[in-house]
């Protein structure tokens, strides 16, 4: 079993070989929906691992060529024909020419099917292409999130502005250079070039992915720029003599054409025209691109045939499914060429010739996708296309392709007759039983892990589940006997994967039976989900949700009562649950929670929190706030949090809104961690001194002046302090702090304060974060008593001449034998709030230096600097030193006074 454990988990981390489809539309409303069977999710985890490949690789730009188009301008698109070969006999030279004279003064001829080497010297159509795969998956990517913003949003947003939109960067919207054939008569760009730009359609499906989903990134802002230039771009492929000349391209050329330009019509809301250029394709072109046998002739006499043949037809399928977004009704895929092939057919023909018979083996895999688009819209009720692709690659269920060509084998197909499309078909979780649910993703999760699987006991055990899954239907579902047994019979080790499946399932489809299921599957599963805390189930009661109905409340108590002792996280607010229905049935459960998070708006909420007669064996965390401003918070009865009182694993606090949040009966010895947003000064140093094994405190409160209180008090447990103002630090001696940050200060000088409280606490702190001060003698004095400092964050003004320059000559390592300021300072982040003047002074350059070169063995190298204000007053010398050091592994953000950012600091 140990065998199997590690060969399991290797399959788990694998990441699938990233492959670039030659085209599709995937359709928006189906990835919004989120209604994916069970068994997608190895191609949703390969479609996020390859959003997130691409975004590291990301943003990209025309400007990012050596190369100047004919035009002189930078933004005007640009490669070379890829077919195209020098033929330098006639020119005369005498010595070897360059390759800039190769270009300019030998003729070039094609030689179709050859790829010139040096073609992608000049790589704008690698970067389009990649641009439109990291659109595709990362906008797919953040509708799994079902949120309005993500990081893939993010992504998609920020590398659409790059190539498109922002004026420093854009695209001209043209291809007036795209395939240029080199010479002394070339320098133009050839109709062929229009193909450079098919994936539109990825780039299609991307946008309005987020812009249906009502993603908060995709503004409305970037969406009108984002359909000016497309329109810009329509008119241009409408009207340019090179582009038309494409348009009638008998082959896959025009096909792309077809693609491109129906994707731009749906980019623009024009879904009429989109109509009409897939009208025009099916109408002009595709009646004599197919022979009756569904050979492809004019992709066959090519030098790739095999290529070729799933080259068009991938271009033929992205038409049919453009035009069939525009128009839901549409025959489309029952269109017929002048000899009665189809679609259909020419992939049936396509399956039956090898790669291997023209010498494309490296190509076979192009055909795959189409095979899969087929069966889903065909059908396959005789297993032929699944067959051939489990033959050809059994993987098959992990490559994207699989999540939007549903049904298919391996998820859940359903046959039609053939040769008649199976239109529309989506499978909606509420087909499939919670228990099938469950299942599915174990069986799924073994599927695509089969090939490591070596432990036959395992698989003995999986195929009555299998079995029973596939006799399962809709009128007859599995029952909890028939399939309990076969479930608990997993092992335990592959539990981790099923947690995280079942609970991004449920957690999509707002379902309420993670616990339940998770406990079905493993006879082990509470204590392995106590060591993973990141796959606590979860059940939000936010927002405003009608849950009060009698047969949700049911569902949520049965739910709930079958996860026993399984940890939960509870996040509710009393504004989601009018009436307060919902609350009884979480409050009956309470022995289970883990997490809990409480939003109260009423007087009389809190007499409805657990009494002492309720036990939380297993919470952590607390956050209990209202969930409205008030000055000074509101009251609340001193006993209403005493059934939190007796938790003996409750370690972090968060208290928001609440008056005297100290009279409050808490286990406050055991707290290792508070956020405090009430009470008042008192408060805070009574709480301190409540709590003894504190090691974190959040304290953001509006500090009374002149309320008179004790001397500093110690408390020595303290690592990390987070507070509004300096004020906290007047009433205590942390010697054991090693974070502080105060958040604001609008105290005109707050540097004596700090001060004095690091010279009484004597502490060796080594983050200190402070904003809202003025660089001064003051400050210089209190960084001398903090050799220790590691990291150091100052958001300051320079309103007395000079200071800036003065605090960098401070800052400068001095030569040998003299005291060092800062030995230990490693992460350096500078915030000027003078914005209207740039820091004048080249002392900046020297600091950095200082502590980058020639450093005695004992002082610290700094490794990070950010610094967010203009640096004016640089030589070259001193930004060449900037371009060295940063090459050497400093982590730099400067602003300099050429307006240019210069760093590559991830922050």
């Known amino acids: 079993m140990l065998a199997f454990l590690v060969a399991f988990l290797a399959a788990g981390l694998l990441v699938k ?64 024909a890829p077919y195209s070969w020098p033929n330098c006999t006639g020119v005369g030279n005498t010595t070897e020419l360059l390759p800039q004279q190769i270009w300019k003064e030998c ?9 010139n080497p040096d073609g992608r010297l000049i790589n704008d159509v690698g970067a389009f292409s990649d641009l439109a795969d990291a659109v595709l998956y990362n906008s797919i990517s953040h509708a799994f999130q079902d949120q309005p913003t993500s990081i893939y949003s993010q992504n998609v947003v920020n590398f659409l502005k790059v190539w498109f939109l922002n004026n420093d960067t854009r695209m001209n919207p043209n291809l007036n250079y795209a395939q240029m054939k080199r010479g002394p008569d070339g320098q133009i760009g050839e109709h062929t ?30 969406n009108s720029q984002m359909l000016e230039w497309s329109g810009e771009y329509i008119t241009w492929l409408e009207s340019a003599a090179i582009a038309l000349e494409e348009a009638r391209s008998a082959n896959n050329h025009g096909s792309f054409y077809y693609n491109q330009l ?33 050979e492809q002739p004019l992709e066959a006499a090519r030098t790739r045939p095999y290529h070729y043949r799933a080259y068009n037809l991938a271009a033929m399928i992205t038409n049919a499914r453009l035009a069939e977004y525009a128009v839901p009704s549409s025959p489309v895929w029952n269109s017929t060429s002048s000899t009665g092939g189809t679609i259909k057919t020419a992939l049936d023909f396509a399956m039956g010739i090898s790669a291997n018979s023209s010498g494309e083996n490296s190509y076979s895999a192009e055909l795959y996708p189409n095979i899969a688009a087929v069966a889903s819209i065909y059908g396959d009720e005789e297993g032929r296309y699944t067959s051939f692709l489990n033959a050809a690659d059994s993987g098959y269920v992990e490559q994207p392709y699989f999540l939007w060509n549903q049904p298919l084998a391996g998820g859940t197909v359903t046959t039609a007759d053939s040769g008649t499309p199976n239109k529309g078909f989506r499978t909606p979780l509420a087909r499939i039983g919670w228990l099938e649910l469950a299942i599915g993703v174990v069986v799924g999760l073994l599927e695509r892990s089969s090939i490591a699987v070596t432990d036959q006991i395992l698989m003995n055990q999986i195929c009555p589940i299998k079995s029973m899954r596939s006799q399962a239907t809709e009128s007859s579902p599995l029952t909890i006997p028939s399939a309990t047994e076969a479930i608990l019979s997993i092992p335990p080790e592959i539990s981790a994967d099923i947690f995280i499946w079942v609970d991004i399932l449920n957690e999509r489809n707002r379902c309420f039976d993670t616990p339940w299921i998770l406990s079905q599957v493993c006879g082990h599963w509470r204590d392995i989900a106590l060591s993973f805390p990141q796959l606590w189930s979860r059940v939000h009661i936010t927002g405003r949700r009608k849950l009060h109905s009698l047969g949700l409340l049911a569902r949520l108590h049965a739910t709930l009562a079958r996860a026993r002792s399984y940890p939960l996280w509870i996040e509710y607010s009393e504004t989601a649950d009018p009436g307060v229905h919902v609350w009884p049935v979480l409050l009956a459960h309470c022995a289970h929670w883990k997490t ?20 939380f064996p297993l919470l952590e965390s607390l956050d209990f706030r209202f969930d409205r401003y008030m000055v000074r918070g509101f009251s609340i009865q001193e006993n209403a949090l005493d059934g939190f009182s007796t938790a003996p694993r409750l370690r972090q606090v968060s208290l928001y809104g609440i008056r005297s949040p100290s009279c409050l009966k808490l286990p406050w010895s055991q707290l290792t961690t508070i956020d405090l947003a009430c009470g008042t000064d008192r408060d805070e140093m009574q709480i301190l001194l409540k709590t003894s094994n504190l090691q974190r405190v959040l304290l953001l409160l509006d500090h009374e002046i002149g309320v008179p209180l004790p001397g500093p008090v110690v408390q020595s447990s303290l690592r990390s302090m987070e507070t509004w103002d300096v004020s906290p630090l007047q009433y205590f ?6 974070v502080l940050n105060v958040v604001y200060t609008d105290d005109p000088s707050p540097i004596p304060i700090i001060h004095s409280f690091i010279s009484r606490s004597q502490c060796a702190l080594r983050t200190f974060h402070l904003n809202g ?21 100052l958001e300051f003004s320079c309103t007395v001449p000079r200071s800036f320059e003065a605090f960098m000559r401070f800052l400068t390592y001095p030569e040998a034998r003299q005291s060092a300021v800062l030995p230990r300072l490693k992460d350096l982040h500078l915030v000027h709030h003078g914005f209207d003047d740039p820091l004048l002074d080249h002392t900046f350059v020297d600091m950095i230096r200082s502590r980058r070169c020639g450093l005695q063995p004992s002082l610290e190298l700094l490794q990070s600097l950010i610094c967010e204000h203009v640096i004016d007053g640089l030589q070259p010398s001193d930004v060449s030193f900037l371009r060295e050091v940063e090459e050497e592994g400093l982590k730099l ?3 300099v006074s050429c307006d240019i950012d210069y760093g590559s600091c991830p922050w």
């Open 733 to 738: 001696t942390l010697p054991n702090l090693e």
């Open 17 to 80: 070989a990233f492959t670039s489809y030659a085209n599709d539309f995937v359709d928006p409303d189906y990835i919004i929906s989120g209604n994916f069977p069970p068994t997608t999710g190895g191609a949703q985890e390969t479609i996020t691992q390859w959003a997130l490949e691409f975004a590291s690789k990301g943003p990209w730009t025309v400007l990012n060529k050596t190369v100047v188009p004919p035009s002189g301008d930078m933004h005007d698109y640009m490669s070379w």
């Open 773 to 793: 001060l003025e660089i001064s003698e003051d400050l210089h004095k209190t960084l001398l008593d903090l050799p220790s400092i590691e990291d150091l964050r």
């Open 193 to 222: 070039g229009i193909l450079d730009l098919k994936c539109f359609t990825k780039i299609a499906s991307g946008i309005l992915i987020l812009r249906q989903g009502l993603s908060v990134d995709y503004t409305s802002e970037i």
């Open 596 to 615: 809990v998070s409480i939003f109260f708006l009423t007087p009389e909420f809190p007499s409805r929190l657990p009494g002492k007669q309720y036990s």
């Open 107 to 115: 003729p070039y001829e094609t030689r179709d099917g050859m790829f």
């Open 893 to 895: 953000y400067v602003n």
């Open 262 to 294: 129906a994707a731009l019509k749906i980019i623009v809301n024009d879904l009429p025209g989109a109509r009409n250029v897939t009208d025009t394709y099916f109408r002009t072109l595709y009646p004599s691109q197919i022979e009756a046998s569904g």
